[in-house]
């Protein structure tokens, strides 16, 4: 079992920043991809970022490319998702996942993902 728990959450003005990370604890010995969803209300959970075990491969969403950076700590066990030019737009709730690898981790989709956090709150006032 993994336990993933996200922190870094808030309000802020668009065009401002935030850093979110999300704590591993748990059976972290294994080779996990990591990734970050969002949800906003009413909408379907999407993907935004994923990073493979080594941090060598990265995925972003066209949405926030330029915008969003995933990496995770050199012991593997947090992973943070820097968020600058933030928009309206990227108002949800962000979850943290971990799921053991599967092939490219731009391929890696929600039902790839065994672990979830219970999410942190993003809110960007325009």
């Known amino acids: 079992q993994v336990q993933l728990v996200e922190s870094g959450g808030g309000l802020v003005q668009a065009g401002g920043s935030l850093r979110l990370s999300c704590a591993a604890s748990?059976?972290?010995?294994?080779?996990?991809?990591m990734g970050w969803f969002r949800q906003a209300p009413g909408e379907e959970r999407e993907r935004v970022a994923a990073?493979?075990?080594?941090?060598?491969?990265?995925y972003y969403a066209d949405s926030v490319k330029g915008r969003f950076s995933i990496s995770r700590s050199n012991a593997k066990t947090t992973v943070f998702l820097q968020m600058n030019r933030l928009k309206p737009d990227d108002t949800a709730v962000y979850y943290c996942?971990?799921?053991?690898?599967?092939?490219?981790?731009?391929?890696?989709?929600?039902?790839?993902?065994?672990?979830w956090g219970r999410g942190t709150q993003v809110t960007v006032s325009s």
């Open positions: 996942a971990a799921g053991p690898h599967s092939g490219d981790v731009a391929t890696m989709y929600e039902n790839n993902y065994t672990y």
């Open positions: 748990g059976r972290t010995f294994s080779p996990y991809v």
């Open positions: 990073i493979s075990w080594t941090g060598v491969s990265t």
